[in-house]
């Protein structure tokens, strides 16, 4: 194989990654992988890594975990409006979550000041615990990722939309602030 300039300090590699355990996971996995450039081939075998065969710099690894980046540097860039209205906070969760979808986006992330506060608005009893999603540190609510923000008043909620629905942090676009 002749390398051009631009793959000359790249060496073809292979480099395994651990099979996400869902099928939401394997295409979020799948898709971080192919965002790399110079991949060659991926292997998927039923209980084995995923096989990545790639032209890489001496600095680059395939990671599966996006940048991170904390609630406040995302409600810092993204783009954040206060969405009020009369009716019940229920009805207010899904008129926020119809307002992202008529701009192209879903639901994807919700910070709130407070759990226990939000649990009470939409009257969860506090016995009722709120399931984590696997491998994360967030809890699934409405099928949103939602995550207790400390800088956050009690009784606000920032609905979060993002272009695709499991999309990581760094990539929402719109907030909506709801005041409970």
């Given at each position: 194989m002749t390398l051009t300039k631009?793959?000359?300090?790249?060496?073809?590699?292979?480099?395994?990654?651990?099979?996400?355990?869902?099928f939401d996971g394997l295409l979020g996995?799948?898709?971080?992988?192919?965002?790399?450039?110079?991949?060659?081939?991926?292997?998927?075998?039923?209980?084995?890594?995923?096989?990545?065969?790639?032209?890489?710099?001496?600095?680059?690894?395939?990671?599966?975990?996006?940048?991170?980046?904390?609630?406040?540097e995302v409600l810092a860039k993204v783009d954040l409006e206060e969405f009020a209205s009369s009716v019940s906070f229920k009805e207010l969760l899904v008129d926020a979550s119809l307002y992202l979808n008529q701009k192209g986006l879903f639901a994807t992330y919700m910070f709130a000041g407070s759990i226990d506060v939000l649990k009470d608005f939409v009257g969860l009893p506090k016995i009722v615990s709120l399931p984590f999603i696997e491998n994360t540190g967030y809890h699934n609510f409405m099928g949103m990722r939602l995550v207790e923000v400390s800088s956050l008043p009690e009784g606000v909620v920032i609905i979060l939309g993002s272009e695709l629905l499991d999309a990581p942090l760094f990539e929402v676009q719109k907030g909506l602030k709801l005041v409970l």
């Open positions: 631009s793959t000359e300090s790249l060496r073809k590699t292979v480099e395994l990654v651990e099979m996400p355990k869902t996995a799948l898709r971080t992988i192919l965002a790399k450039p110079f991949i060659h081939s991926l292997f998927l075998e039923v209980d084995k890594p995923i096989k990545v065969v790639w032209f890489k710099a001496a600095h680059d690894s395939i990671l599966l975990e996006d940048p991170e980046e904390s609630p406040e």
